[in-house]
């Protein structure tokens, strides 16, 4: 099983091939990780490999290490584009995620005001309400749907939750009314004797009706960029992601590939 995981709370500055230059935010713990998902794509690998041993960051130590990074950022004249919330698993997890927001905006507004706030969120933790306005303050909510056909969710993201549907997300991210971005991975392959494709004909309809639904400002399409725990996954090629955004393009749909 490959795993590649973020061994601090504050990282980067990386650059994105989505938001550009990004210093990560990691609410997992820093040798484990925490996920309501287990994505047989996700670089972090299987949550059988355990949650490990530091536990979730406190909030004031996220509070104190970010702002020593923002800090020796401006005083080392280093350019940055977006604090993207994302690391060893799902930050809306972290019982204290919305005064963590809080907490980071503040910091954003004294050392980079300029800099956008992103979270990674992988959209399970949107009946919380303490969860949904925190992600409505931040710059770029970006919220997963990997399909709109709960059975194929299930082979790709296999949550957590026996309850967890696409029918029932698809609704709780329409509640943000275009205050969201939707990011959907593509892929094919086979896991534990289980073919996947997301990229059908009754997928792609499937999630254009969903996105039409949820109207959000933008949707991020893209496939597999790193190594994965499942070996046998197929990334899309650029050029069919291109006519899959192009037949959402011809349905109002506001799509970027990266």
């Known amino acids: 099983m490959v795993t590649i995981l973020f061994h601090s709370t504050i990282f980067g500055p990386i650059h994105s091939r989505r938001l550009g230059s990004s210093l990560g935010v990691n609410l997992s713990p820093n040798d484990g990780k925490v996920c309501s998902f287990d994505c047989v794509y996700c670089e972090a690998g299987y949550?059988?490999?355990?949650?490990?041993?530091?536990?979730?960051?406190?909030?004031?130590?996220?509070?104190?290490?970010?702002?020593?990074?923002?800090?020796?950022?401006?005083?080392?004249?280093?350019?940055?584009?977006?604090?993207?919330?994302?690391?060893?698993?799902?930050?809306?997890?972290?019982?204290?995620?919305?005064?963590?927001?809080?907490?980071?905006?503040?910091?954003?507004?004294?050392?980079f005001p300029q800099v956008k706030i992103s979270v990674l969120c992988n959209s399970t933790r949107l009946g919380d309400e303490s969860v949904v306005a925190a992600l409505r303050k931040v710059d770029n909510n970006i919220l997963k749907l990997d399909s709109a056909i709960t059975s194929t969710m299930r082979l790709i993201d296999q949550p957590a939750s026996p309850s967890f549907t696409s029918e029932g997300v698809i609704e709780q991210i329409a509640q943000f009314?275009?205050?969201?971005?939707?990011?959907?991975?593509?892929?094919?392959?086979?896991?534990?004797?289980?073919?996947?494709?997301?990229?059908?004909?009754?997928?792609?309809?499937?999630?254009?009706?969903?996105?039409?639904?949820?109207?959000?400002?933008?949707?991020?399409?893209?496939?597999?960029?790193?190594?994965?725990?499942?070996?046998?996954?197929?990334?899309?090629?650029?050029?069919?992601?291109?006519?899959?955004?192009?037949?959402m393009c011809r349905e109002g749909i506001n799509v970027t590939v990266s």
């Open 177 to 247: 009314s275009g205050q969201c971005v939707v990011q959907t991975m593509f892929l094919r392959g086979e896991h534990d004797g289980k073919n996947i494709d997301n990229t059908t004909i009754e997928e792609v309809e499937a999630l254009i009706r969903a996105y039409k639904r949820i109207s959000p400002r933008q949707v991020m399409i893209y496939s597999i960029d790193r190594k994965t725990p499942e070996q046998k996954l197929e990334k899309v090629s650029r050029e069919e992601l291109e006519a899959i955004a192009s037949q």
């Open 47 to 111: 949550n059988s490999q355990g949650a490990g041993t530091t536990g979730l960051p406190r909030r004031e130590d996220v509070s104190q290490e970010l702002e020593m990074k923002l800090k020796s950022m401006i005083e080392a004249s280093e350019h940055l584009d977006v604090i993207t919330f994302s690391g060893n698993g799902e930050p809306t997890l972290h019982p204290q995620f919305a005064e963590i927001i809080d907490d980071t905006i503040a910091l954003r507004d004294k050392y």
